[in-house]
């Protein structure tokens, strides 16, 4: 039986491939990014790395619109929030599941 390869994507950000799981996967809803981290909702995804670098870097590049197909400008707050809640604690350790965030309203993304 032949091995399961995992999909590779592209990060928007820094434009390097990484398997799918390594990534976040990111969505648009009514002019809003919203965080896909268990890449169950609906339309076209983006994916950028799970850090404030890559988003940053795909935000001056002005990547989610082309990604995404869509006209305008579209709101990060969301994915920050989201990223925030991933930061490393100031022991060091960086949750190894961060597909189960909330958001800081106290509802559950992905």
């Known amino acids: 039986m032949a091995c399961r390869v995992e999909p590779v994507r592209t990060c928007i950000g820094c434009r390097s491939r ?20 268990r890449r169950r909702m609906r339309g076209r995804g983006a994916h950028v790395h799970p850090d404030h670098t890559c988003l940053d870097l795909a935000e001056r590049r002005k990547a989610f619109p082309r990604a ?20 490393p604690t100031a022991a060091g350790s960086r949750s190894q599941d961060w597909t189960a965030a909330t958001v800081p309203d106290g ?3 992905g």
């Open 18 to 37: 990484a398997p799918s799981s390594d990534l976040l996967r990111i969505v648009v809803d009514s002019g809003e990014l919203l965080p896909d981290a």
């Open 68 to 87: 995404l197909r869509v006209s305008g400008p579209l709101e990060l707050g969301q994915v920050r929030r989201y990223l925030e809640r991933l930061r």
């Open 107 to 109: 509802t559950e993304v």
